[in-house]
Nanobody, 121 residues
Framework: QVQLVESGGGLVQPGGSLNLSCAASGSIFSDYAMGWYRQAAGKQRELVATITSTGTTNYADSVKGRFTISRDNAKNTVYLQMNSLKPEDTAVYLC???????????????WGQGTQVTVSS
């Protein structure tokens, strides 16, 4: 079983930056590809970025060039650096541990509780 705890959300002005963290425990972190999702009020959950255990990344078109996903396997943590934030980035951001041992990311069953990001002037 994997426990995930997100942090780093908050209120930021358009054009600003935030760095989200997702700390994992309960299993071998490097066995899992990881994903960041977001869910805005009244909308479906959206995949934002993924990273394999060895660091290969993938991004939704809406965040390419602005967001960067990374991981530190020694710290059991995955990050989402968000730059040039826009009001439409406002959402609850959640991390997900992919299916264990799969090299590429596949939606897994473990989720964090989410962290709120609000982009507003």
């Amino acid at each position: 079983q994997v426990q995930l705890v997100e942090s780093g959300g908050g209120l930021v002005q358009p054009g600003g930056s935030l760095n989200l963290s997702c700390a994992a425990s309960g299993s071998i972190f490097s066995d899992y590809a990881m994903g960041w999702y977001r869910q805005a009020a009244g909308k479906q959950r959206e995949l934002v970025a993924t990273i394999t255990s060895t660091g290969t990344t993938n991004y939704a078109d809406s965040v390419k060039g602005r967001f960067t996903i990374s991981r530190d396997n020694a710290k059991n943590t995955v990050y989402l650096q968000m730059n040039s934030l826009k009001p439409e980035d406002t959402a609850v951001y959640l991390c997900n541990a992919g299916v264990r041992y799969y090299i590429t990311y596949r939606l897994g069953r473990y989720w964090g509780q989410g962290t709120q990001v609000t982009v507003s002037s």
